[in-house]
């Protein structure tokens, strides 16, 4: 089993570089993954409310957890908060849907997943919620007039209760994260965004350093993910797992090119949480961190980011650009 590296959280909690994103993961295969991804030695499962599978992921959790394959306490469980439950009022609710559904008691971590607040969506009407208001493809989307400080008292107060242990900001820019320090009581333990090769968003990286927050990056592997969702951002780049610098230096190493690419964040004390429904590349993705890069090979990487960012709400409304 590869030996799991973690930095350590200003709560004291351990986090680890590599875990498994539960993004995209089909409902029907979901739990096996989960049950098997720990038994490949995952410690960090990434969940969230909206991706629609914390039921099936709490499935394979428990699976691991009753065969002796883990323990609660080794896994850092993680939900994110999603756009309809920013009001004060619906938090706790939210927070505790997610609980029942993973069956943990805790979160280790706990995110908002969006800066972006929209209107409350009945969960028993429709469960997740999604983007637009009526559940259609062109369905209406509501704006919320939540203020996101309202939003972090409600999420400080999920700590309180000890329903989580840490708070976390998600596709926040620097400018929001300046004004959350200057008001938060518990301050974010980790900002998870997305971060690859061809956007590295080192600016934000090194303020997030500066304040001592985490950084967690999603959608690693550059355009894979977003084919189908972003096609006009996707067709402007190569895919990282053929382009020729990243290839040149797989060879150097004898691995492969995905775990180039994680290695690139790993190396530097940024967390990965790629997905793979392939039990050896489940392997290969968690051993990114057997070997390392020169500092020439990283500075090669640098060289190809372009400011590429797949994951761009404002793409859908214009009202929704966080990252203006």
Request: net charge negative; proline share 5%.
């Amino acid at each position: 089993m590869p030996a799991q590296q973690t930095v350590k959280l200003p709560s004291g909690d351990e986090y680890p570089l590599t875990g498994l994103g539960l993004w995209k993961v089909p409902k029907d295969s979901c739990a096996e993954l989960v049950y098997t991804s720990l038994k490949l030695g995952y410690r960090l499962l990434d969940g969230a409310a909206d991706y629609g599978n914390e039921e099936e992921s709490g499935q394979g959790l428990s699976r691991a957890i009753q065969e002796g394959v883990v323990e609660r306490k080794d896994v850092t469980v993680v939900s994110k908060l999603w756009n309809t439950d920013h009001t004060s009022e619906h938090v706790e609710d939210a927070c505790r849907r997610s609980l029942q559904d993973w069956g943990v008691d805790y979160f280790d971590v706990y995110y908002i997943h969006m800066p972006i607040s929209l209107k409350y969506v009945d969960p028993k009407v429709r469960y997740p919620p999604g983007w637009s208001y009526d559940g259609t493809p062109n369905g209406q989307l509501i704006l919320e007039d939540s203020p996101y400080h309202k939003t972090w008292e409600a999420m400080e107060q999920l700590v309180d209760l000890g329903l989580v242990r840490n708070i976390a900001i998600s596709n926040m820019p620097g400018g929001m994260i300046m004004d959350l320090m200057r008001y938060a009581r518990i301050k974010p333990a980790v900002l998870q965004v997305e971060l690859h090769p061809y956007h590295s968003q080192n600016n934000l990286v090194n303020l997030a350093r500066a304040f001592d927050i985490h950084v967690t990056a999603y959608s690693s592997f550059g355009p894979t993910s977003w084919i189908g969702i972003s096609d006009k951002v996707v067709a402007k780049c190569e895919s990282l797992f053929t382009h020729k610098t990243i290839s040149n230096i797989a060879k150097t190493h004898n691995v492969t090119s995905a775990q180039v690419t994680l290695r690139w964040a790993t190396q530097r004390g940024i967390s990965v949480i790629p997905k793979s429904s392939s039990e050896k590349r489940l392997k290969e993705n968690l051993d990114n961190e057997s070997f390392d890069l020169t500092h020439e090979e990283i500075a090669e990487i640098d060289e190809l980011d372009r400011g590429l960012r797949f994951a761009d709400p404002a793409a859908a409304d214009p009202r929704l650009a966080v990252y203006a």
